[in-house]
């Protein structure tokens, strides 16, 4: 018989975390969820909503508004606390602001005891994983960032659309920065096994150019978004279920997460969007793809662009 559950700490019950919590209930992906936020009245008010819904769920989840002693027997430890980017602001721009939060939920967090697995979802996400590595002193395979997951999500999304075909049968990857650098991997793109380079080169109604504008509309999708609600919350809620999900069944998926790099891709020292396996023990593997000369630039621009935002921050050397 199973002697524990699976617990599972939301911290943050902004538009994100709220959006996770019920796509988490609707996928009866936890035993136990708890709500954290220093807007009490929210939370509360967030778990009394959600446990109205348990009839219609899948499976019975228990969820409750708490505190930072829950996190002691926790699994895993989801961050979507911090400020908003707001319109005309990118996500570096939230670099100070949110680690300085990040600071202070990590030591409490730690503090409990907890050994589980940190998720992070908050912007800039690639630079707060790495403050939430430095902060926590756990080992850098449990400190994963959503990285380029939506983006890659989007990417999929909007070349399905373009090719008329299910969007869960297209392989292609973001990479990189969450952000304004990320690339596209053009080179390993393929539906069912044929590369996108060939199919449209076969067929007059494909071309490149289209190709260069769903990237585009990917890269930028962020901004269309915020310019039209506000904020962008259930794709990068899902995003964030798939990613719980992956962890906490054990299913070694390959994500584009936001992990560290020791020497991949040529460069060290950094939490960036790559694909990896993901597991009941955090990330397993690094996929290191073989990218083209023009791939492999605009990647390590990309990671030259967060070091140069880390650097005064961390106080890095290299």
Same mark, same amino acid.
């Given at each position: 018989?199973?002697?524990?559950?699976?617990?599972?700490?939301?911290?943050?019950?902004?538009?994100? *975390?709220?959006?996770?919590?019920?796509?988490?209930?609707?996928?009866?992906? &936890?035993?136990?969820?708890?709500?954290?936020?220093?807007?009490?009245?929210?939370?509360?008010?967030?778990?009394?909503?959600?446990?109205?819904?348990?009839?219609?769920?899948?499976?019975?989840?228990?969820?409750?508004?708490?505190?930072?002693?829950?996190?002691?027997? &926790?699994?895993? $430890?989801?961050?979507?606390?911090?400020?908003?980017?707001?319109?005309?602001?990118?996500?570096?721009?939230?670099?100070?602001?949110?680690?300085?939060?990040?600071?202070?939920?990590?030591?409490? $967090?730690?503090?409990?005891?907890?050994?589980?697995?940190?998720?992070?979802?908050?912007?800039?996400?690639?630079?707060?994983?790495?403050?939430?590595?430095?902060?926590?002193?756990?080992?850098?395979?449990?400190?994963?960032?959503?990285?380029?997951?939506?983006?890659?999500?989007?990417?999929?999304?909007?070349?399905?659309?373009?090719?008329?075909?299910?969007?869960?049968?297209?392989?292609?990857?973001?990479?990189?920065?969450?952000?304004?650098?990320?690339?596209?991997?053009?080179?390993?793109?393929?539906?069912?096994?044929?590369?996108?380079?060939?199919?449209?080169?076969?067929?007059?109604?494909?071309?490149?150019?289209?190709?260069?504008?769903?990237?585009?509309?990917?890269?930028? &999708?962020?901004?269309?978004?915020?310019?039209?609600? *506000?904020?962008?919350?259930?794709?990068?809620?899902?995003?964030?279920?798939?990613?719980?999900?992956?962890?906490?069944?054990?299913?070694?998926?390959?994500?584009?997460?936001?992990?560290?790099?020791?020497?991949?891709?040529?460069?060290?020292?950094?939490?960036?969007?790559?694909?990896?396996?993901?597991?009941?023990?955090?990330?397993?593997?690094?996929?290191?793809?073989?990218?083209?000369?023009?791939?492999?630039?605009?990647?390590?621009?990309?990671?030259?662009?967060?070091?140069?935002?880390?650097?005064?921050?961390?106080?890095?050397?290299?």
């Amino acid at each position: 018989m199973k002697s524990r559950v699976n617990r599972v700490i939301l911290i943050g019950t902004g538009a994100v *975390g709220s959006s996770y919590a019920f796509a988490m209930l609707n996928q009866g992906v &936890a035993e136990e969820l708890v709500l954290i936020d220093l807007n009490k009245e929210k939370s509360e008010g967030d778990a009394m909503d959600l446990n109205h819904g348990m009839p219609f769920a899948p499976s019975p989840t228990k969820i409750w508004f708490g505190d930072y002693s829950d996190c002691e027997h &926790a699994d895993l $430890v989801v961050l979507c606390a911090g400020a908003n980017q707001k319109p005309g602001e990118t996500r570096l721009d939230l670099v100070e602001k949110n680690t300085k939060i990040f600071k202070a939920i990590v030591e409490d $967090v730690m503090a409990s005891g907890f050994d589980g697995i940190f998720l992070v979802a908050t912007n800039p996400v690639d630079i707060l994983t790495y403050a939430v590595w430095k902060f926590s002193g756990l080992p850098k395979e449990r400190v994963i960032g959503s990285g380029t997951i939506l983006d890659t999500a989007r990417f999929r999304f909007l070349l399905g659309d373009y090719f008329n075909v299910d969007t869960r049968n297209v392989h292609a990857y973001i990479i990189g920065e969450h952000g304004d650098t990320e690339l596209p991997v053009w080179s390993h793109a393929d539906i069912g096994g044929k590369l996108i380079s060939k199919m449209i080169k076969e067929k007059e109604q494909y071309s490149q150019k289209d190709l260069d504008n769903i990237f585009l509309n990917v890269r930028d &999708a962020a901004y269309h978004i915020i310019e039209r609600k *506000g904020a962008t919350y259930y794709g990068i809620a899902m995003g964030l279920v798939r990613l719980t999900k992956a962890i906490l069944q054990n299913q070694n998926s390959i994500l584009t997460v936001s992990t560290y790099l020791s020497g991949e891709y040529g460069h060290r020292d950094l939490f960036i969007g790559v694909p990896a396996i993901v597991n009941r023990y955090g990330i397993r593997e690094i996929i290191e793809l073989e990218l083209s000369e023009d791939e492999q630039s605009r990647f390590s621009h990309s990671v030259d662009v967060l070091k140069d935002i880390m650097t005064p921050v961390f106080n890095q050397k290299s």
